[in-house]
C-alpha cells in the first residue's frame, strides 16, 4: 500500500503508547483514523488531540478482547468513513509480576494476556479481513507483537506465550492473502523495549479477571531497574516510524533492534540443531537492548 492520504487505518490500544504515536504517525500522512481503546478518557484525548491539529479521526470504546465488541468497531468504521485500508491490531497487556516461574501465574492471568493479546487479533483478523477483501481495494494489516514473539526463556510467559501465537496468527494471514493473490499486505512489529505504559497495564484489567490475591509484585531487581530501564529505551513515536515504513515497504518482519538477535538465533540454531538451547534472561537482554541504545 503506498498511498496512504484519504485511506482509512482502525488502530486498536491507540489511546497511549504505540498506539497512540501509531495513530497520530498515519494522521500526519494523510489518514482517516478510527481510534480503538478500552480506556475511553485517554481515548477521548487523543482524538481531541489529531482532531485539533486538523486531522480526521473517531474514538471507539472497544474491548479487544471481546468479538462483539470489535464486529462494533468494524460497524463504526465502515459507518463513519466507508472504508478499512490499514488495520492495526496494536492493543496489549502484561500482567504484573512477570518474572514468576510459568507454573506460579494464576489462570486469570492467562485469560487476560491470552484475551488481549491473542484473542485481540483473532478478533480483529475475523470482523475485518473479510470487508476488506470484498472492498477488493489495497489495504494492509499490521499485528503489533514483540521480540518477546521471538526468543523464549523463564521471564513473562503469559505475555510472551501469548505473542509467539500473535506471530504465528499473523504469519498464517501473510501466507493465506499470498496464496489468494490479495491486494493486502502484512506487518509484524516486534519491538525491543520501548518507553510506554505497558507495564502499568494493571489499571485496565478487568474486575473479573483479577485473581483473588491481588495483583503480583514485581520482583525486587526490577523495581530497581524499571525506571533506568524505561527511561533509555525507544520512544513510541520511533517504533511509529518504524512501523509506517514497514507498510510502504510491504515488510513482513519488522524489529526494532538487534540487541535481541544473539536471542533469536540461539534458539533457531538449538532447534535445527537439535540441541537443548542456552536461554539468557529477558531482563539482562531489556539491559543490552537499552545499554547499546544509550551506548549509539
Avoid at 494522521?27 to 480506556?39: C, E, F, T
Avoid at 487523543?46 to 470504546?61: F, P, T, Y
Avoid at 526468543?151 to 500473535?166: C, L, P, R
Amino acid at each position: 500500500m503506498q498511498e496512504l492520504a484519504g485511506r482509512v487505518a482502525v488502530i486498536t490500544g491507540a489511546a497511549s503508547g504505540i498506539g497512540a504515536a501509531i495513530a497520530r504517525r498515519f494522521a500526519r500522512a494523510g489518514m482517516k483514523i478510527v481510534a480503538a481503546d478500552v480506556d475511553e478518557a485517554a481515548l477521548a484525548a487523543v482524538c481531541k488531540e489529531l482532531v485539533d491539529a486538523g486531522h480526521s479521526a473517531i474514538g471507539v470504546r472497544t474491548d479487544v478482547a471481546n468479538a462483539a465488541a470489535v464486529e462494533a468497531l468494524a460497524e463504526r468504521a465502515y459507518a463513519v468513513f466507508g472504508a478499512v485500508h490499514l488495520l492495526c491490531n496494536n492493543a496489549g497487556v502484561v500482567p504484573s509480576g512477570r518474572y514468576r516461574a510459568v507454573w506460579e501465574f494464576p489462570l486469570e492471568d492467562w485469560h487476560w494476556s491470552l484475551d488481549v493479546n491473542l484473542y485481540g487479533v483473532i478478533h480483529g483478523l475475523r470482523s475485518f479481513i473479510p470487508r476488506m477483501l470484498d472492498a477488493g481495494e489495497e489495504g494492509h494489516v499490521l499485528t503489533t507483537a514483540s521480540v518477546a514473539g521471538l526468543i523464549s526463556g523463564s521471564g513473562s510467559a503469559v505475555y510472551s506465550a501469548a505473542k509467539h501465537a500473535a506471530v504465528r496468527v499473523t504469519e498464517a494471514l501473510y501466507a493465506s492473502l499470498r496464496e489468494r493473490n490479495a491486494p493486502i499486505g502484512v506487518s509484524l512489529l516486534c519491538p525491543g523495549l520501548v518507553n510506554t505504559r505497558i507495564y502499568e497495564s494493571e489499571r485496565n484489567r478487568p474486575d473479573g479477571l483479577r485473581p483473588t490475591d491481588g495483583a503480583a509484585p514485581e520482583t525486587a531487581e526490577l523495581q530497581a531497574v524499571a525506571a533506568s530501564l524505561y527511561a533509555g529505551a525507544m520512544s513510541p513515536e520511533e517504533v511509529a516510524e518504524i512501523a509506517c515504513q514497514a507498510v510502504l515497504d510491504d515488510r513482513l518482519y519488522v524489529l526494532t533492534t538487534d540487541s535481541f538477535d544473539d536471542a533469536i538465533r540461539e534458539r533457531m540454531e538449538a532447534i535445527l540443531e537439535r540441541r537443548n538451547p542456552q536461554f539468557a534472561t529477558l531482563l539482562a537482554l531489556s539491559r543490552r537492548d537499552v545499554g547499546e541504545r544509550e551506548s549509539a
